[in-house]
Structures are given as structure tokens and as C-alpha cells.
């Protein structure tokens, strides 16, 4: 971690449990972004500052950018399978995501797919999965527009759930995220023949 960066990109803690570690070894990282101070801009009544919208979302991109600036460096990474994983305010950011590292793909956890934290920063050849609910109180008064969003992309898919009230589909869906990143990642085979070209 840089002095200063706000946030640490750790390994995973070895004494803990449950399905959330199951998540995070499967992606290998967990970056903790709660760990620098941050303008409180979402409330228990599911409202929104929208106001510290860009201040939020700058603060996000340099979590992103500088989490993957180091985890790209890293030798056991296989640069050509990072996954940006968010959830709710960090899925819109990482929807957003437009920066240096080549990714393979994204998964959008009830989330906002809007302007408000990133827009749009996909490339056609990257893999995207979108999960949200129908009735997430989070989104109530503000549209998430991740089904515009992942329809605008070749390559995205997404579970909706129409009538539940969750801000995180994770907790069920788990095997079937786990299932997409075992599908859409890039062989090494395929990896090795692309050096080559």
C-alpha cells in the first residue's frame, strides 16, 4: 500500500469464514476502501446526497485505479483475468471504470449503472454481469438503468429479481457468479497464443 492512498489491498485473512471469504478467494483481493475517511452521502432511509455525487465518485476511481495499478503488478495475477467486482455505490464505479488496467470483465452488484457515479467505461470485449432487484429500496427514487446498460453490451448478462427487495443478490447468487468468472475467463492457452501473435 502507498503512505497515503486512503485504502489497503490485502490478502485474504486466513482466520476467517463463511461464504464471504469463499467470494473473496475467488477473486484473490479484498480492497478495503472504508479504510480513509469519506463524506457520508447514503442514509438508512435510502436517500442519497447527490450533491457529493462527483466528490464520491472521484474518491472511488483513485481507490480503483491505484488498487489495480499494484494488483496488476503482482506476479501470481494473470493479467488477462481481472474481474472489477462492486457493489451498490462501488457497482457504479466500477461500471464507470475506464482507466489504465485491462480488465475482463465486470459484475455490478445492485448497483447504479447512471452517470451519477462513472457511466459507461465498458469495451465490447470485456464480459459483464449485472445483478438487482425489483424493489431494492436503495433505488426507489433513482433508476439504476443497469438493464439499458448491460443491454447496450455484447457481452452482458444479468439477473433480475423482480419482486425481491435486496441490496445484495450476492448472497444467493454466489455460485452462479463464481460459475461466470469460470466461464468468461480467457484459457491460458488462449493467453499464451495471443503472445505469440
Not at 486512503?6 to 479504510?35: H, K, L, W, Y
Not at 427514487?141 to 425481491?164: D, F, K, M, N, Q
Amino acid at each position: 500500500m502507498a503512505p497515503g492512498s486512503g485504502f489497503s489491498v490485502r490478502p485474504i485473512p486466513s482466520r476467517a469464514r463463511g461464504r464471504n471469504v469463499e467470494q473473496a478467494q475467488a477473486t484473490g483481493t479484498v480492497v478495503d476502501s472504508f479504510a480513509r475517511a469519506r463524506p457520508q452521502y447514503c442514509f438508512a432511509n435510502q436517500t442519497v446526497d447527490v450533491a457529493l455525487a462527483p466528490q464520491v465518485a472521484a474518491m472511488r476511481r483513485a481507490e480503483i485505479n491505484h488498487a489495480l495499478k499494484h494488483i496488476a503488478a503482482l506476479t501470481w495475477v494473470d493479467p488477462a483475468n481481472i474481474f472489477l467486482i462492486g457493489h451498490s455505490q462501488g457497482a457504479g464505479t466500477v461500471a464507470g471504470y475506464a482507466g489504465p488496467v485491462k480488465i475482463r470483465g465486470r459484475v455490478l452488484i445492485n448497483g447504479s449503472c447512471n452517470e451519477m457515479l462513472g457511466g459507461d467505461g465498458m469495451s465490447d470485449d470485456e464480459v459483464l454481469l449485472s445483478l438487482y432487484s425489483g424493489r431494492d429500496p436503495w433505488f426507489a427514487r433513482y433508476s439504476t438503468r443497469c438493464r439499458e446498460y448491460v443491454l447496450a453490451h455484447p457481452e452482458g448478462r444479468s439477473i433480475y429479481e423482480a419482486r425481491s427487495t435486496s441490496h445484495n443478490l450476492m448472497v444467493g447468487h454466489w455460485p452462479t457468479v463464481r460459475r461466470f468468472f469460470e466461464e468468461t475467463r480467457i484459457p491460458q492457452t488462449t493467453k499464451n497464443n495471443l503472445k505469440n501473435t
